[in-house]
């Protein structure tokens, strides 16, 4: 046997040994599974610029209006402005609304209804790297990392899905993996977690 044909089967030795080990780090993590359950009961919507509420006060119809949180988190309605609102949960802003009409109206009774938008920044969804349409969304009560998927289209042809992490900004920034590409692309249900307000979903791109 030729000099050559020894060097080439060395080769092939060591690549061979040297494939489990290429695998394991490509299927490995060095972040811990999100956990499956993460909601909480007690969740309450917190109000944030953009979105657009609707101010019902009851038995007074013409002071009644939808108004829109501006960006610097305040508001303005029928007798009374830059009231700050960002930040607050909409019964706490009811009862702020109700403090102020007070001084026109007596015994005023507010209900504020939220009428479209996405939340503060600290509680959005962000979703970037390999996904279809990268973006941030408003969380909603049970939101899972199926929904998530859903709202920006699913992954990439180019996403190594299950080297995916989340960023949990509830939890001082603590990073857990996900399997997205055992979730979308094999229908994996085991795979779906909740996730908390603030998560940012982190995608990677497959060097594979």
């Given at each position: 046997m030729s000099r050559s044909t020894h060097l080439m089967s060395a080769l092939r030795k060591f690549a061979l040994l040297l494939m489990p080990l290429a695998l394991a780090a490509c299927t490995s993590s060095p972040y811990p599974p999100a956990p499956t359950q993460a909601y909480s009961d007690d969740y309450n919507y917190i109000l944030g610029p953009g979105d657009s509420v609707s101010i019902v006060v009851w038995r007074n119809p013409e002071i009644s209006s939808t108004v829109t949180i501006r960006p610097d988190g305040?508001?303005?309605?029928?007798?009374?402005?830059d009231l700050p609102a960002a930040g607050r949960d909409p019964s706490t802003l009811a009862?702020?609304?109700e403090q102020v009409l007070s001084?026109?109206?007596?015994?005023?009774?507010?209900s504020v209804i939220v009428a479209g938008g996405i939340g503060p920044?600290?509680?959005?969804?962000?979703?970037i790297g390999e996904a279809a349409k990268p973006q941030a969304l408003a969380?909603?009560?049970?939101?899972?990392?199926l929904d998530v998927l859903i709202a920006v289209g699913?992954?990439?042809?180019?996403?190594?899905?299950?080297?995916?992490?989340?960023?949990?900004?509830?939890?001082g920034d603590k990073q857990y993996n996900v399997r997205l590409k055992d979730l979308v692309r094999r229908g994996d249900v085991t795979a779906n977690v909740d996730v908390k307000p603030g998560d940012i979903l982190i995608i990677p791109q497959s060097w594979f």
């Amino acid at each position: 046997m030729s000099r050559s044909t020894h060097l080439m089967s060395a080769l092939r030795k060591f690549a061979l040994l040297l494939m489990p080990l290429a695998l394991a780090a490509c299927t490995s993590s060095p972040y811990p599974p999100a956990p499956t359950q993460a909601y909480s009961d007690d969740y309450n919507y917190i109000l944030g610029p953009g979105d657009s509420v609707s101010i019902v006060v009851w038995r007074n119809p013409e002071i009644s209006s939808t108004v829109t949180i501006r960006p610097d988190g305040k508001i303005t309605g029928t007798l009374f402005e830059d009231l700050p609102a960002a930040g607050r949960d909409p019964s706490t802003l009811a009862r702020e609304i109700e403090q102020v009409l007070s001084k026109y109206i007596r015994d005023p009774i507010v209900s504020v209804i939220v009428a479209g938008g996405i939340g503060p920044y600290s509680e959005q969804i962000r979703v970037i790297g390999e996904a279809a349409k990268p973006q941030a969304l408003a969380y909603k009560q049970k939101m899972t990392l199926l929904d998530v998927l859903i709202a920006v289209g699913g992954i990439t042809e180019f996403a190594d899905g299950n080297a995916a992490t989340i960023l949990r900004t509830s939890e001082g920034d603590k990073q857990y993996n996900v399997r997205l590409k055992d979730l979308v692309r094999r229908g994996d249900v085991t795979a779906n977690v909740d996730v908390k307000p603030g998560d940012i979903l982190i995608i990677p791109q497959s060097w594979f």
